[in-house]
């Protein structure tokens, strides 16, 4: 990844992944939960996998299991610096 994942491009994978439209500007709210927007980690799981697909890049084990949108976020983003 040559760029950090943003709340908006979150936003359209969850949307794509899970059909579930979440406005970006939620998804940054501090205390922001995925299960309060309907997100689950079988969701997550697919999410993970379209990156690691599109970037050619391992996410950090265990990114799927994350509670809220900026754990989520921060794990995809180190592992696009650390190579996970």
Request: charged share 20%; no cysteine.
């Amino acid at each position: 990844m040559t760029h950090a994942l943003t709340h908006g491009e979150l936003a359209a994978l969850i949307k794509g992944r899970a059909g579930i439209s979440v406005d970006p500007v939620d998804l940054e709210r501090p205390g922001a939960t995925f299960e309060e927007f309907g997100v689950d980690s079988l969701a997550l799981l697919g999410i993970v996998g379209e990156l690691e697909n599109k970037y050619a890049l391992p996410i950090t084990p265990g990114a799927e299991m994350s509670k809220t949108p900026q754990d989520f976020l921060d794990a995809v983003n180190a592992s696009a610096t650390t190579g996970a």
